[in-house]
Structure formats: structure tokens, C-alpha cells
């Protein structure tokens, strides 16, 4: 019985020691739970924060689209109006040409008809002459047909002066009229 009691007390030594072992073990596995449950709890937060970040990252990317499609849209808008009013000048422009093309004629017309008139007048001096010419001879008896050819002469060339006056002061008034529109189409182009 000696050797049972030793052998049961060895026995019970044994299950202590490997109780002992057991509970260190115990221990050993349980701060690796609480050290795994620590890491697995800092993942969590870390995936939560990432997915935080890509949210804030999509939504992000979500405002620059519209962004960009409403910067598209003024872009084009932009250019619309950029090509319509380059239409506009360059209709401008060409109304500008015209009418400074216009200006110029009429200012070569209102030069031919002051050449006209001042022909006219020198006609008209020489008719005066003519017939104060005619009026000297008068005295040698010849005065009423010599008087009725200067006459008519003279009124000949009075009309001829009063139609190139009148054609003057036309083309005055033509290039007047030509003179504000060119000057209208210039404050357009400044506009």
C-alpha cells in the first residue's frame, strides 16, 4: 500500500504539475487572445477608417466630375458665344469695307462735280465776257441777234451751273450720309 500511496502521491504530482502546465498554458494562450483580440480590433478601426477615407475619396472624385462637366459646359457655351461674335465683327468688318468703299466713291464723285462746277463757272465767266463782248458791239447795229445768241448762251450755261450745283450738293449730302454710317459701324466694332 506504501507503493500505491507513493505511487498516487507521484500520480498527483504529476496531474499538479500538469494542471500547472496546463494553466500556464492557459495563460500563455490567453494574453495571445487578448493580444490577437487587440490586433483584430486596430485592423477593424483601420479598415473603418480606410473605407472612411475612400468614401470621403469617392464622393471626392464624384464633386470633380460635375465639376468638370459643368466647366465643359461653360467651356462650350464660351465658345459658342466667342464664334458669334466673331461673326459679328467679322460682319462688321465687312459692312465697314463696304461702306468706306462707298465714302470713297462718293468722295471721287463730289471731287469730279466740284470739277464740274468750277468748268461751269469758268463757261459762265467766258459767257459773261461774251456778252459784255456782244454788248460792245451793239453799237454797230447787230445788237438784237448778237443779244438773243448770248442770251441764250448765257442762260444755257446757268442751267448747266445750276445742275452741277445741284449734283454737288447731292453728293455732299450722299457723302455726308456715307460719313455717319462709317462712323456707326466703327462705334459697333468698338462695342
Known sequence: MAANVQQGGNLLDV???????TKEEMEKYKDECEEFHKRLQNEVMRREE???????LNRRIQLLE????????RLAS????LSEASAAADESERIR?????????????VAILEAQLAQAKLIAEEADKKYEEVHSIRSFG?????????????????????????????????????????DEVQMLDIT
Open 78 to 81: 464660351a465658345t459658342a458665344k
Open 15 to 21: 496531474l499538479k504539475k500538469k494542471m500547472r502546465q
Open 50 to 56: 480606410a473605407e472612411s477615407e475612400v468614401a470621403a
Open 66 to 73: 460635375e465639376d468638370l462637366e459643368r466647366s465643359e459646359e
Open 142 to 182: 447787230h445788237m438784237s441777234i448778237a443779244r438773243k445768241v448770248l442770251e441764250n448762251r448765257a442762260l444755257a450755261d446757268e442751267e448747266r451751273m445750276d445742275a452741277l450745283e445741284n449734283q454737288l450738293k447731292e453728293a455732299r449730302f450722299m457723302a455726308e450720309e456715307a460719313d455717319k454710317k462709317y
Open 97 to 109: 469695307k463696304a461702306l468706306e468703299n462707298r465714302t470713297n466713291m462718293e468722295d471721287d464723285r
